[in-house]
């Protein structure tokens, strides 16, 4: 058997951080298993449905390298299909068509409310002749589910999960107006794509009760179920957008890293042993159903930053160049021309350090694409006093002889003009940082001052002078 799971979206918002999860452990189980991973819209509510919540999920999956094996399937093109499925459903016996008011519905769902029933609804028109069918009424269609017995799924997460027949309802395969409901639709569409494993958030459980019994009035296989338990927030509560609950595109802004925010995603909930830091080869090959929690998990946004500033010291420093170039452009007050990405390049590592994000490390990087003068700090423009000015200038007389313009030839011609003038290290260093970055605090300031080069480096001091 050929493993074929489904991530299944409706485009009615974001892709929020649980669905991206969701999407993961859908992606790492079939290629764990050597099988398909698939992509399917569910867009049948097309009141709610929007073009650009659609393009935003398909272009989050995408950037977390998460997108279907095959064209995405577009539920609302499939409606003529999940009809014909509920025709021979009536066909055969196991559905029927029902012709409540919508009044006599509400005394229904009251009475069984009163009387503490999960099924809402009396089945009163399960074995009625359709000749009694009142005039002028558009009738729906509902499954016959079973009366007597027990229903019983092995959820490859929550273990074996019972419920009594009788506490499942005979639901609505197609509306009044012909339109099928999202559990009709969801089995009819999650049969014809083979679907083996359906790995979804455990707010679907009590649904797929409802939707066995539509596999099984069909004769189809049923698939392996596996529901997820919820992301809570660090306080235990339902995750909210206090906690992190964003679309994913805000985390791509925010400047994490799509292998660190799956890497972390792949924690929330799923353990292999202490280990923390997990590449996707690693993950492919170690994920597995028997790893995943039955408790929430808790969002911690200061994990998170951690993780993803690992994975920005472990990156490549040239495509790591390309991120903060794109999110310097357009900022005034910069020259992104080839030799400040040069600069860049050369001074990552020295940013790179303390850096979490990818907003933090182009901050920190800017500098060296600025062009004099620079714009200041308040913190480093309190340190360039009328004394720091003078001894800015008397250093530019120094660097004059700097050879090579090297970092330590550099740091020993700023140490010798501090201790010509009777003054600490940090009087001169501090106003030179200051001159040479706008800000109090940087990199090693030898290291910025041999990466900016001699003329860079001198234009910069004589702007404050």
Not at 168 to 193: E, K, N, Q, W
Not at 439 to 454: D, H, K, Y
């Amino acid at each position: 058997m050929t493993v074929i799971t489904r991530f299944a979206p409706s485009p009615t918002g974001f892709l929020h951080i649980g669905g991206a999860r969701t999407a993961l452990f859908n992606w790492l189980f079939a290629r764990h298993m050597g099988g398909k991973y698939l992509l399917r819209i569910e867009d049948t509510d097309r009141a709610r449905s929007t073009d650009a919540a659609m393009q935003a999920i398909l272009s989050g999956l995408d950037w977390l390298g998460l997108s279907g094996d095959e064209a995405p399937v577009y539920q609302h093109s499939r409606l003529d299909r999940h009809a014909a499925v509920a025709r021979e459903l009536l066909a055969r016996g196991h559905a029927y068509h029902c012709y409540c008011s919508p009044d006599e519905l509400q005394e229904m769902r009251t009475e069984a409310r009163k009387l503490g029933r999960t099924a809402l609804y009396d089945g009163r028109w399960r074995d009625r002749d359709p000749s009694e069918a009142p005039a002028g009424v558009d009738p729906v269609v509902r499954l016959k589910t079973p009366l007597q017995g027990e229903t019983v799924i092995q959820d490859l997460v929550q273990g074996p999960v019972t419920v009594q027949n009788s506490q499942i309802d005979d639901f609505i395969l197609l509306r009044a107006d012909g339109t099928p409901t999202y559990m009709h639709s969801v089995v009819v569409d999650d049969h014809d794509m083979a679907i083996t494993h359906v790995i979804r958030g455990d707010d679907h459980l009590n649904n797929a009760f409802r939707q066995v019994q539509l596999f099984q009035a069909m004769d189809w296989a049923v698939p392996a179920f596996a529901h997820i338990p919820l992301i809570h927030g660090p306080d235990g509560a339902k995750l909210s957008k206090r906690h992190g609950a964003l679309g994913v595109e805000a985390y791509r802004e925010m400047g994490y890293l799509p292998d660190a925010l799956c890497n972390y995603l792949l924690r929330l909930g799923w353990a292999h042993g202490d280990d923390e830091i997990i590449s996707r080869d690693q993950a492919i090959d170690w994920f597995d159903l028997d790893g995943v929690g039955r408790s929430a998990s808790r969002f911690d946004m200061a994990k998170l930053d951690n993780l993803n500033g690992h994975y920005l010291r472990e990156s490549p420093d040239e495509g790591i160049v390309d991120l903060i170039l794109e999110r310097l452009e357009g900022r005034p007050g910069l020259a992104l021309n080839e030799q400040a990405r040069e600069r860049i390049a050369r001074g990552l590592p020295g940013v790179k350090a303390r850096a979490k994000t990818l907003v933090e490390l182009a901050d920190s990087a800017a500098f060296y694409a600025a062009t004099p003068p620079l714009a200041m700090t308040d913190k480093a423009a309190a340190l360039l006093t009328d004394d720091a000015r003078a001894l800015m200038r008397g250093l530019l007389e120094a660097l004059a002889e700097a050879t090579p313009w090297s970092e330590d030839v550099l740091e020993a011609i700023v140490r010798d003009h501090a201790e010509q003038n009777g003054v600490k290290l940090g009087a001169v260093a501090q106003p030179l940082r200051a001159a040479l970055t706008g800000s109090n605090a940087s990199p090693g300031i030898f290291e910025v001052l041999a990466i900016l080069g001699p003329d860079e480096g001198r234009a910069r001091i004589t702007a404050i002078c």
